[in-house]
């Protein structure tokens, strides 16, 4: 993941407070290049969706950039990195990275996961 997505993902996650905040990550060869913030439709601190209009918007610039989708990222205002049983039940995009960036300590930690079904596995997550 490019630094600068990082920084911009913390930045969203913190301002939507005390909602979770969600978005997509997108680029080439699975390297996270470009943010896409997104609107919780939810407005609530234990669960996100996306308005399948905005997708559809977002996942046509994402096209005509020439990039794909890396990951789907939301945050936990007060729960660890770790994705709830809301996030695993409504997790559909198998081939996709989830991260979930927990703001409930001093820093703010972030978890990679793959969800397949209702099965979870941890994958480790590159910064630079």
């Known amino acids: 993941m490019a630094g600068h997505v990082w920084r911009e993902m913390v930045g ?4 939507e407070q005390p909602y979770e905040a969600c978005g997509l990550l997108s680029g080439r060869c699975g390297r996270a290049e470009t943010i896409w913030k ?4 939810d407005r609530s601190p234990f669960s996100f969706s996306m308005k399948e209009e905005q997708i559809r918007k977002v996942f046509g610039q ?3 950039r020439g990039e794909r989708l890396v990951a789907i990222y ?3 205002p007060a729960a660890p990195a770790y994705p709830s049983p809301h ?3 409504h997790a559909c995009y ?3 990275a989830y991260l979930v960036l ?3 300590g001093q820093q703010p930690v972030l ?3 793959r969800i397949h079904g209702r099965q979870v596995t941890p994958l480790r997550c590159i910064l630079y």
């Open 12 to 15: 969203h996650c913190a301002a």
């Open 38 to 41: 997104m609107e919780n439709a």
């Open 62 to 64: 994402m096209e005509q």
């Open 74 to 76: 939301h945050s936990h």
């Open 87 to 89: 996030d695993i039940e």
């Open 94 to 96: 198998p081939e996709t």
């Open 102 to 104: 927990s703001l409930a």
């Open 111 to 113: 978890g990679c996961f």
